[in-house]
């Protein structure tokens, strides 16, 4: 039996909306697990710096929480549209979105460990 320890993602589009994530979790030997039938929720924030404040820390842009099924697969596709950004488009200019910080974290599982540090371009 195994032991969960981590999630894992993987930025699959290269820039630009709708954005593919896929998303793994991981045993405490850092493989991807194989569930025959699981769900769970996940919630997804994401962040960015102002382009005319660039040191100010980064700001919540957008996010949400989405339920993830794996069905005889390590792998689930997340997939981030323009409607998970939920700050106006007026000001949504002041924002770098070719470095978004994408950060993931199990809902019901506060003990798994987070992605944190998954940047992606979603400027195109």
Known sequence: MAL???IKATNVTAAGLPHDIDV????TAAHAIRFGDFS????????ARS???PDEPPKR?????????FVNQ???RLTIAKGHITIPDALLVDFDLARVNVT???AA??????VEDLSVDMSS
């Open 4 to 6: 969960l320890e981590s």
């Open 24 to 27: 793994q979790l991981l045993d």
């Open 40 to 47: 769970f929720e996940l919630n997804i924030t994401l962040t």
């Open 51 to 53: 382009v005319t404040a």
């Open 61 to 69: 842009i957008g996010g949400l929480q989405s339920r993830v099924r």
């Open 74 to 76: 390590p792998t689930v």
């Open 104 to 106: 993931i974290r199990a």
């Open 109 to 114: 599982f506060p003990g798994l460990n987070a």
